[in-house]
């Protein structure tokens, strides 16, 4: 069965730091792109980041560009994501995603698989 | 980056066809694809590639695309349909790969 679980969540200050990790089975992780997508509660999917499948990709949203890192290790099927300098509107459930895409000319990408998400709550 | 715009809700009742837009200047040039939500749990990918539907996806469900608009069609809608669905599209600019989505649009069943 492929799956995604996503751990590391919590209650932090702002300003403060969190790392996520997103542990993968069922499928060959390596042959995939990876990326992270969150939840603000009421409100919509907003894409984080997205990784290629040996890490040489990245791409961020502006909103965490400088602040959350998104990095792979395909030895251990996981997925992970830095978030430093956290900000209350950062709070949101963070889903980990399997993306299906590729970056070269003819740019197409998607999530077929997502994890159950893991809660973030920026707050002092 | 661009916008995807839906509609904020859509209502049906059973048995009705319910079709929910998205709207977005880069439509022609990108596929779209759609996501289902139900409260509390994860989104699940419903259409791909403007009118692919994964295995597992009830046939009842359909996509279709016209210049800047794409639709998300549900044909016969059930009561088990009623979610929040999303869109979403690739975003690229120059060397830039990223993803967008559409503010979603809550279905409800009557």
């Known amino acids: 069965e492929v799956q995604l679980v996503e751990s590391g969540g919590g209650l932090v200050q702002p300003g403060g730091s969190l790392r996520l990790s997103c542990i993968a089975s069922?499928?060959?992780?390596?042959?995939?792109?990876m990326s992270w997508v969150r939840q603000a509660p009421g409100k919509g999917l907003e894409w984080v980041a997205n990784?290629?499948?040996?890490?040489?990709?990245?791409y961020y949203v502006d909103s965490v560009k400088g602040r959350f890192t998104i990095s792979r290790d395909n030895a251990k099927n996981s997925l992970y994501l830095q978030m430093n300098s956290l900000r209350a509107e950062d709070t949101a459930v963070y889903y980990c995603?399997?993306?299906?895409?590729?970056?070269?000319?003819?740019?197409?990408?998607?999530?077929?698989?997502w994890g159950k998400g893991t809660t973030v709550t920026v707050s002092s | 980056s661009y916008e995807l715009t839906q509609p904020p809700s859509v209502s049906v009742s059973p048995g009705q066809t319910a079709r929910i837009t998205c709207s977005g200047d880069?439509?022609?040039?990108?596929?779209a694809y759609w996501y289902q939500q139900k409260p509390g749990q994860a989104p699940v990918l419903v259409i791909y590639?403007?009118?692919e539907r994964p295995s597992g996806i009830p046939e009842r469900f359909s996509g279709s695309s016209s210049g800047t608009t794409v639709t998300l069609t549900i044909s016969g809608v059930q009561a088990e349909d009623e979610a929040d669905y999303y869109c979403q599209s690739a975003d690229s600019s120059g060397t830039y790969r990223g993803v967008v989505f559409g503010g979603g649009t809550k279905l409800t069943v009557l």
């Open positions: 995603a399997r993306g299906v895409g590729n970056s070269g000319p003819f740019y197409y990408y998607y999530m077929d698989v």
């Open positions: 069922g499928f060959t992780f390596s042959s995939y792109w």
């Open positions: 880069a439509l022609p040039k990108q596929y």
């Open positions: 990784i290629k499948e040996d890490g040489s990709e990245k």
């Open positions: 590639k403007d009118s």
